[in-house]
């Protein structure tokens, strides 16, 4: 089983459009979760860190569900700029390496 | 703030020969700092964490002698591919953590391109 996973995708939504990225961990002691967003042949950049409660930043909203070892982002109002592949990354328990996931492609058409 | 910077950010080289990776957090230091490698289509695969003064610790099935790292300083750590060959090809990242934080939180460079002939 992968440390990190994620449906691969692609995600093809219309300009507008409210989708969902799903995303599963296998080790209970990771303490640190994130959301990055790569775009092709670019390094990965930070989306937003995800904490217990929740957290919204705009039209991004992610959740982290520990008992089910499950992270999840949604994007409302989809734009073209949201093209891109979402990469779910989990700390490493206790150490300091982060463990990324295949990512999910998306990609807004108009 | 937090930016890392990579040098050179692409490099074609001949199969045999040694090509030096830099990696510089520029504006913060980075006691730590980690080496990735993607293929196309494929996710970041963490190759080495590299420590300020003291030996990288390599990630199963990555050669520490192929791939030397060095990190002599808080704001510089390099990677050498020794001898490379043509499946040494990839996309070389490297990430920095912010010291003073203590965030786990890592920041990337822009990555170099490797083709190998």
């Known amino acids: 089983r992968k440390e990190v996973e994620q449906d691969p995708g692609p995600f093809n939504v219309p300009e507008g459009a409210t989708v969902a990225f799903n995303c599963t961990y296998s080790n209970s002691a990771s303490q640190s979760f994130f959301w990055y967003r790569q775009d092709c042949r670019k390094e990965p950049k930070l989306l937003m860190s995800v904490y217990s409660s929740g957290n919204e930043d705009g039209r991004f909203t992610a959740q982290l569900n520990r008992a089910s070892q499950y992270i999840s982002l949604l994007i409302r109002d989809s734009k073209l700029s949201d093209s891109a592949t979402y990469l779910c990354?989990?700390?490493?328990?206790?150490?300091?390496?982060?463990?990324f996931g295949a990512g999910t492609r998306l990609a807004v058409h108009p | 703030g937090a930016v890392v910077s990579q040098h050179p950010s692409w490099v074609i080289c001949k199969s045999g020969t040694s090509v030096k990776i830099e990696c510089r957090s520029l504006?913060?230091?980075?006691?730590?700092m980690f080496w990735y490698r993607q293929f196309p289509k494929q996710s970041l695969m963490l190759m080495a964490t590299s420590n300020e003064g003291s030996k990288a610790t390599y990630e199963q099935g990555v050669e520490k002698d192929k791939f030397l790292i060095n990190h002599a300083s808080l704001t510089l750590s390099t990677l050498t591919v020794t001898s490379a060959h043509p499946e040494d090809s990839s996309f070389y990242i490297c990430?920095?953590?912010?010291?003073?934080?203590?965030?786990?939180?890592?920041?990337f460079g822009p990555g170099t391109r490797l083709t190998v002939t």
């Open positions: 504006d913060f230091q980075a006691t730590t």
């Open positions: 990354v989990v700390g490493a328990g206790g150490y300091n390496k982060l463990i």
């Open positions: 990430s920095a953590q912010d010291t003073g934080t203590g965030s786990y939180e890592q920041y």
